[in-house]
């Protein structure tokens, strides 16, 4: 890695412009090893750090940070993650600001999400820029507190987490809708970025990354049905912020135990608010359904359980409904064909970036070949068997 040249808080940073605002198909991910991370974190916010880790990632880079007893941190702030957004992403530093406010926001308001770690400065962003080579690039830097638990994906997916995950997805959405305000907040409003859901159609550039597997043909269709029956409703959708990215990784999970013998879990944190943008509550159930599929062993009720939980806080209208199963087929598609196009670009990080498509093909398969009236019937079943719950 090239030497740190200089940074500031980046609430001073100019912005780019929306229509910029999609993950680059440059893929300007940082490479900073695990010595200079710790040596940013010393630097920057002014902690002693013990151990450095370098956590998997998609295009930004995470380290897991031990801090130093002596530092005079509490017991239950000594751990946090470093955590270094992509250099194209790190142009909108205004956006970057808005998440940020907004997990402090949800904090506040009882979610499990993390603390950010203030600049020796008083910031909570700080925009490093690096020399590389004959150019420059600025990434943008904020520490946050390490979140207890395992990710969901690493234990089993029972019908009552799948429930509450479903719950605190629209408690998550609803509350932002309604009480989240900041001046930055039309930020969110990000355009052409990839991972929002209605933007399924954007797919047509990267596509070509799926020559010669087989699963082209599929993903036409789901593009070509998306604009056909979704493009024409959204107008008739609630809209909200969503996370975007409520997936198997992103939603930690704890034991608690009401007696040695009865363990059950509950979620601990939620993680990873960089896909966060304006779209609509049946867009975050439908994406919710999505990840949580990918790990079941019995893919089909997943989504029953999650929808149930959605609807004793949000309840979706009939048309809401009806483009459900569409909006889960959109939601795979994007994973499988984005991660297959990254791969061309990172082979190296080939390994982490397929995670869905080892079994997200399969289950697409199978909900296309079934047709929506029939995986319809077994997730509307499923929610109506749940005792009805009236929104808080």
Request: charged letters at 20%; a negative charge.
């Amino acid at each position: 890695m090239a030497s740190l040249l200089s940074g500031r808080g980046s609430e001073t940073h100019n912005t780019m412009s929306r229509e910029n605002d999609q993950k680059s198909p440059l893929l300007t991910k940082p490479s900073f090893t695990e010595l200079q991370a710790a040596t940013l974190v010393e630097s920057i916010f002014g902690l002693n750090v013990s151990k450095v880790k370098a956590l998997p990632s998609y295009d930004d880079q995470n380290f897991h940070v031990h801090i130093s007893k002596d530092n005079g941190t509490p017991e239950e702030l000594s751990e946090y993650v470093l955590k270094i957004t992509n250099s194209e992403s790190s142009k909108n530093s205004d956006l970057i600001e808005v998440q940020s406010h907004a997990i402090m926001f949800l904090r506040k308001e009882g979610f499990p999400t993390a603390a950010l770690q203030s600049t020796k400065e008083g910031n909570i962003t700080f925009l490093m820029t690096v020399g590389c080579g004959s150019e420059t690039k600025s990434y943008m830097m904020r520490l946050l507190t390490y979140l207890p638990g395992r990710p969901i994906a690493q234990v089993p997916a029972t019908p009552s987490i799948l429930y509450e995950i479903g719950k605190v997805a629209a408690k998550m959405d609803k509350t932002l809708q309604e009480k989240f305000r900041h001046p930055g907040i039309n930020n969110l409003h990000r355009g052409d970025f990839i991972w929002n859901l209605k933007n399924v159609p954007l797919l047509e550039k990267y596509v070509h990354a799926l020559d010669g597997n087989g699963n082209r043909e599929i993903v036409d269709q789901v593009i070509q049905q998306f604009k056909d029956k979704i493009l024409p409703k959204l107008n008739h959708f609630r809209s909200c912020i969503n996370h975007g990215d409520f997936n198997d990784h992103n939603i930690l999970v704890d034991v608690s135990r009401a007696s040695p013998e009865d363990a059950s879990y509950h979620i601990s944190g939620i993680l990873d608010f960089d896909d966060m943008s304006y779209g609509y509550y049946v867009f975050e159930v439908a994406i919710t359904i999505m990840y949580m599929m990918i790990e079941s062993k019995d893919p089909l009720p997943v989504g029953g359980h999650v929808l149930a939980g959605f609807e004793s806080i949000v309840p979706l209208t009939a048309e809401e409904r009806d483009a459900l199963f569409l909006l889960v087929c959109g939601r795979f598609s994007q994973s499988m064909v984005m991660a297959a196009y990254t791969c061309l670009l990172y082979p190296e990080n080939k390994e982490y970036l397929m995670i869905t498509a080892k079994t997200g093909w399969k289950h697409l398969k199978q909900m296309f070949g079934m047709g929506q009236k029939a995986v319809e019937n077994i997730w509307f079943e499923i929610a109506q068997s749940y005792s009805p719950e009236k929104p808080v």
